[in-house]
């Protein structure tokens, strides 16, 4: 009877144990700039009184339940409305890759260059900086998704000079490396 209950107990604790993990928060991506699923301000815009040509002051961002193991991790904007060369690539707005693990956030107004103080790489279409969202006018609210990957890695990948080169080979070093991903969307298109 004795082995039957530490048995019974032992399959409870387990039970109890991969409840708790899957129960786990997740990663949680936020920023207090705008509302996810919101409307982007003209500040953190292209269109901003200010901005160079391809610019815009990125917003601040933070991020909390980070998966235990995370070495690394990769900030992911882009437009999906924007199709590039006819291909599934939509536009690059931001990418930033091997921000340190100890990172909860970025400041609002990351300055432009290629290596960041903390180690990190940043590019976007426009070069080593953030690329503020440009919809048109004219045409319909353009989205644009902000994604955050947490990784159990430091990936080795040195800016390109393209872009979407650059990107492709930032998603490919991440592939099996992955421990959480969260996403916070915007929408905007220029003022008339």
């Not at 391809?54 to 882009?78: D, Y």
């Amino acid at each position: 009877m004795k082995k039957v209950w530490l048995t019974l107990t032992w399959f409870v604790l387990v039970i109890s144990l991969v409840k708790a993990q899957s129960m786990a928060a997740a990663l949680v991506l936020s920023t207090t700039a705008f509302e996810d699923g919101g409307i982007i301000p003209v500040k953190y815009s292209q269109a901003a009184e200010g901005a160079a040509p391809g610019g815009g002051t990125s917003p601040a961002l933070t991020w909390t339940n980070v998966p235990a193991g995370t070495k690394s991790f990769v900030l992911h904007m882009h437009d999906l409305d924007f199709v590039h060369d006819k291909t599934m690539d939509d536009q690059v707005h931001w990418l930033v890759w091997n921000i340190p693990a100890d990172k909860t956030g970025l400041p609002e107004g990351i300055p432009k260059g290629a290596q960041l103080r903390d180690g990190s790489y940043q590019i976007s279409v426009t070069g080593p900086l953030y690329r503020g969202p440009g919809a048109g006018a004219n045409g319909p609210l353009h989205h644009y998704i902000v994604e955050l990957f947490a990784l159990d890695t430091t990936l080795d990948v040195k800016p390109a000079s393209d872009a979407f080169q650059t990107r492709a080979m930032v998603m490919k070093g991440m592939q099996g490396h992955i421990l959480g991903r969260s996403a916070y969307t915007g929408r905007f298109r220029r003022p008339q």
